[in-house]
């Protein structure tokens, strides 16, 4: 099957792309409230981690329901599902990283988690009036999107899934070589006070989760949206 998800184009409302959730829908609500996200036309594009270190973690299974929501896996979904597959983890880290709430979890309760953040894609890619937007939750490895998303449709290499969901290096390094082949990429993985573009690649991970806030970019013009004081 195919991790590549892709979406048309949006002719009644508006898309918009969030980072890292981490359990903390209730924050988010009342971000999309403040921008007058409409559930009716509008979608939500989500990078992935909806889960771990938040209250709110058991509410990724209603929102990955709603018409609306679309995610990508983040790392800390697919570290659900390599713990009820049986696969090695280090779980002091994962603990550490917020997992407790799951681990703790009957393993009935796991396997109902995990076997619904097994079928998330690996990436999407929405439809734009300025061509496509890719999204994957750290980074894409390929200097194509065509490229990434050919190496997604048959059994997918640890390695690539791996370096998709963790990888920090073209933050780490500066890189602002863009993907071909598409207008922009959105990724999370890595908090950062602001929005940072590298190239045509969008780091959008600012901390809602933590101390900093949800950055909701519009995909059509590729601007961040602001709360409508007094409307
Ligand atoms: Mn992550």
Not at 93 to 121: C, H, I, K, T, V
Not at 152 to 180: E, F, G, M, N, T
Not at 182 to 209: C, K
Not at 212 to 229: E, I, V
Request: glycine content about 10%; aromatic content about 10%; proline content about 5%.
């Amino acid at each position: 099957m195919s991790r590549v998800e892709r979406f048309a184009i949006n002719k009644q409302g508006r898309d918009y792309a969030v980072g890292d959730i981490h359990g903390h829908f209730q924050r988010l609500l009342a971000q999309m409230a403040a921008i007058g996200f409409d559930p009716a036309v509008d979608r939500l594009f989500s990078v992935g981690d909806l889960v771990d270190r938040g209250p709110e973690c058991p509410q990724a299974l209603q929102w990955l329901e709603q018409p609306w929501f679309h995610a990508v896996q983040g790392n800390h979904e697919a570290l659900a599902v390599t713990h009820v597959s049986g696969g090695w983890l280090d779980y002091s880290q994962y603990r550490a990283a917020g997992g407790g709430w799951f681990l703790d979890l009957p393993a009935s309760e796991q396997a109902r988690f995990a076997e619904r953040f097994a079928r998330m894609p690996l990436a999407l890619e929405i439809a734009t009036p300025g061509g496509p937007v890719g999204l994957v939750h750290a980074d894409c490895p390929c200097a194509s999107w065509l490229q990434l998303c050919e190496q997604l449709q048959a059994q997918v290499p640890q390695a690539l899934q791996d370096y998709c969901q963790w990888s920090r290096h073209r933050l780490q390094v500066d890189d602002d070589r863009p993907i071909a082949g598409l207008r922009a990429l959105i990724v999370g993985h890595t908090p950062l006070h602001e929005v940072r573009v590298l190239g045509n690649i969008w780091h959008i991970d600012t901390g809602g989760w933590s101390r900093g806030h949800f950055s909701l970019l519009a995909l059509d013009n590729l601007s961040l949206a602001n709360a409508t004081a007094g409307e």
